[in-house]
């Protein structure tokens, strides 16, 4: 069984409902986020399959 599970969109939200949870980690939490999507990036193009 193949399940394609796309990744930024869910960081994505993550990082949102953070930021407006804790407006104080909004620094940290972009950097986060811009690392995962770039490693998302660079090691699968986006897209994992299970």
Same mark, same amino acid.
């Given at each position: 069984?193949?399940?394609? %599970?796309?990744?930024?969109?869910?960081?994505? +939200? $993550?990082?949102?409902? /953070? &930021?407006? !949870?804790?407006?104080?980690? %909004?620094?940290?939490?972009?950097?986060?986020? +811009? $690392?995962?999507?770039? /490693? &998302?990036? !660079?090691?699968?193009?986006?897209?994992?399959?299970?």
């Amino acid at each position: 069984m193949n399940i394609t %599970l796309s990744l930024a969109p869910i960081v994505s +939200l $993550i990082a949102g409902i /953070l &930021i407006l !949870l804790v407006p104080r980690l %909004l620094n940290y939490i972009v950097a986060i986020y +811009l $690392i995962v999507i770039g /490693l &998302i990036g !660079l090691f699968n193009g986006g897209h994992m399959n299970f």
